[in-house]
T-cell receptor
Framework: EPEVTQTPSHQVTQMGQEVILRCVPI?????FYWYRQILGQKVEFLVS????????KSEIFDDQFSVERPDGSNFTLKIRSTKLEDSAMYFC????????????FGSGTQLSVL | GNSVTQMEGPVTLSEEAFLTINCTYT??????LFWYVQYPGEGLQLLLK?????DKGSNKGFEATYRKETTSFHLEKGSVQVSDSAVYFC??????????FGTGTRLQVFP
């Protein structure tokens, strides 16, 4: 079965540093998402992306966050200046149609901000 | 706003035991409801879904019925296996692109 690939699986960074989390969605999918889960809390929606632009974002997704699909295969999440509270598991997902049909999730990147 | 509440884990069972993981939701109108599963080292996978009241989603021996009167979508399986050990997430979606998840319930099945 096709799968969404995320790299790295673990990322450790210092507070204030920039990080880029990478995702390779399933090749014929059109809708892309980032979610995150802080330890012990709910999985939270961050952003959805379609047709090379953000279609929806949560209040978490402030000016420190950005997403990009630089080359037609990768989908990245950038955090410009990381904070301690950004430590979480970040999940990328893709879908061939709008969410509610079937999202395919990656296995996640565990981000630790020290 | 919309939200999902599911029972805290871990749920620990012996093989062939009956499983129930409770999930209730808060929403205006009629959301679609989902159960996702995350096996160790893997991403979340859609397990089953229901899109309207009284629908029953089922897959791999798991079932959940959309109960509007109790705003619930409890996950059940008659006889669990060790391979069912995973984290199970209840979720909903309504008129938007974003899934709203519960906190997840870890299931541990021992032989």
């Amino acid at each position: 079965e096709p799968e969404v690939t995320q790299t790295p699986s673990h990322q450790v960074t210092q507070m204030g540093q920039e990080v880029i989390l990478r995702c390779v969605p399933i090749s014929n999918h059109l809708y892309f998402y980032w979610y995150r889960q802080i330890l012990g809390q709910k999985v939270e929606f961050l952003v959805s992306f379609y047709n090379n632009e953000i279609s929806e974002k949560s209040e978490i997704f402030d000016d420190q966050f950005s997403v990009e699909r630089p080359d037609g295969s990768n989908f990245t999440l950038k955090i410009r200046s990381t904070k301690l509270e950004d430590s979480a598991m970040y999940f990328c997902a893709s879908s061939g149609s709008r969410a509610g049909e079937k999202l395919f999730f990656g296995s996640g990147t565990q981000l630790s901000v020290l | 706003g919309n939200s999902v509440t599911q029972m805290e884990g871990p749920v620990t069972l012996s093989e062939e035991a009956f499983l129930t993981i409770n999930c209730t939701y808060t929403a205006t109108g009629y959301p679609s409801l989902f159960w996702y599963v995350q096996y160790p080292g893997e991403g979340l996978q859609l397990l089953l879904k229901a899109t309207k009241a009284d629908d029953k989603g089922s897959n791999k021996g798991f079932e959940a019925t959309y109960r509007k009167e109790t705003t619930s979508f409890h996950l059940e399986k008659g006889s669990v296996q060790v391979s069912d050990s995973a984290v199970y997430f209840c979720a909903l979606i309504q008129n938007t692109d974003k899934l709203i998840f519960g906190t997840g319930t870890r299931l541990q099945v021992f032989p």
